[in-house]
């Protein structure tokens, strides 16, 4: 589900705000998904937007892709190899 959606406004001023909001979020929750529009405001405030907290933009596949990894990483923590299954 999105965190914030960044175009309600075709605005560059107002999507860099809700690029803040979302950053805000992003240093509250560890990640914030924001969604938009390929409107021309839209992306040009995605270029010009910078966060000096560290907070980037990456596409969404990434932040996937970590969830992916660190859930496997829980299961095989939780599941050890079963040495047994040859003797079988």
């Given amino acids: 589900a999105r965190d914030v959606f960044l175009d ?3 605005d560059t001023a107002a999507i860099l705000s809700a690029l803040d909001a979302a950053a805000a979020r992003a ?3 560890g990640m914030a998904v924001a969604i938009g529009h390929p409107y021309p405001e839209t992306l040009r ?3 010009d937007w910078q966060d000096k907290d560290g907070v980037a933009v990456v596409p969404l596949r990434r932040i996937l ?3 992916a990894q660190d ?3 829980v299961a095989a923590r939780s599941y050890p190899a079963n040495n047994n299954m040859e003797k079988e």
């Fill in 65 to 67: 892709w970590k969830l």
């Fill in 45 to 47: 405030a995605l270029r």
């Fill in 8 to 10: 309600t406004r075709r």
């Fill in 27 to 29: 240093r509250a929750q």
């Fill in 71 to 73: 859930g496997a990483a």
